[in-house]
């Protein structure tokens, strides 16, 4: 079995790697509806239309108000923010003159409408919020591959937990924001971030550090590995776990908890004729790197430990971890997982 050996070396500010042998679709804001603003025909739909009559008035007002769209169209754009150009979710708030807004942009204008430049005050627009209360809508993720639709109001919660949101960047060494898929990712932290990338299931790193007894919290350069088809995230870190310091190295797998179940993974340290094995499914990236560590998910050694399996004089953290990455075959009659080994 090959072995990529790799060694990782500190540097100021980021702990990185070297090798011993040497689009993707960005997550867009989507709005499902056309981007088009039509803020200047924007009509005070704040009085409330005849229960019985609800959508033949809403859709009459609308249909004057926008020609040359349907009533459907013409509903979905008056639900648009002028502002943010994000669908409005109660409180809709209006003008004096009925151009609407959501909350979150009513509060970055100063209170001053930015279609007519008038003092915005606190009008609710509910007739513009019962009609949303009538009507159905794709989910923002629609581009992406949703084909969900959904009430109103029921729309935002299933975003939270739509399979087609876009991924966060699962890079620990910083707060980074970027957003989108799997592909994207992986441009991203290759051209961005400068992470290892490597193909194949088996690794051999070995994480060095001088003075560790000096460092409390440290992060090493995210490894990323390709196999099976996906794309894996090893991380390696110095924490405080209560009172003592440790070392934790853990996998993450680049797509949902569904599929990765489908995988598992075992991570192996030791020296002197002792060693630690860790066995386990890797965490989905839906889960934060933060999220991950703090429910001690991975293989955990104790600095001391880690100092004696380095050698020498326990002065500078020289720790090899070995590791393999394999796919679980499902048994349909037992019901029951058969490790595929092949590699």
């Given at each position: ?110 209170n ?7 003092e ?26 949703c ?59 070995r ?89 001690h998910d ?10 004696f ?35």
């Open positions: 079995m090959d072995l990529n050996n790799i060694e990782c070396v500190s540097t100021d500010g980021m702990i990185m790697m070297e090798d011993d042998d040497d689009v993707i679709t960005r997550h867009q804001q989507n709005n499902p509806f056309p981007t088009n603003i039509f803020s200047n025909h924007h009509q005070n739909l704040s009085s409330k239309p005849h229960k019985n009559n609800h959508n033949n008035n809403v859709n009459n007002n609308i249909n004057g108000a926008v020609l040359g769209l349907t009533p459907a169209t013409s509903v979905h754009e008056l639900l648009e923010c002028p502002v943010c150009t994000n669908s409005m979710y109660p409180p809709i708030h209006q003008c004096h003159n009925g151009h609407t807004l959501c909350s979150t942009c009513k509060a970055r204008v100063q001053r409408c930015p279609t007519c430049r008038q915005l005050g606190d009008i609710r627009c509910l007739a513009l919020e019962k009609v949303a209360e009538s009507l159905d809508f794709p989910c923002k993720y629609q581009l992406m591959g084909p969900g639709i959904f009430p109103y109001y029921s729309k935002l919660k299933h975003e939270t937990v739509c399979d087609f949101r876009p991924y966060n960047c699962p890079y620990a060494g910083s707060e980074c924001s970027v957003t989108g898929d799997i592909p994207f990712l992986v441009s991203h932290l290759r051209d961005d971030h400068k992470v290892d990338m490597h193909s194949g299931c088996t690794f051999n790193h994480y060095v550090k001088s003075n560790p007894r000096e460092v409390e919290n440290a992060t090493w350069m995210l490894t990323v590995f390709h196999c099976f088809g996906q794309y894996f995230c090893l991380h390696f870190e110095a924490f405080q776990l209560g009172a003592a310091p440790v070392y934790m190295a853990f996998l993450r797998f680049m797509g949902d908890e569904a599929d990765a179940r489908n995988y598992s993974y075992s991570l192996e340290v030791g020296a002197n004729g002792r060693k630690l094995i860790w066995e386990g499914t890797p965490r989905s990236v839906r889960d934060s790197h933060r999220k991950v560590r703090d429910s991975g293989l955990i050694i104790q600095r001391n430990m880690a100092l399996f380095s050698g020498g004089d326990r002065k500078e953290l020289k720790l090899r971890v070995t590791g393999r990455i394999w796919k679980e075959q499902h048994s349909a009659d037992a019901g029951v997982c058969i490790p595929n080994v092949s590699i």
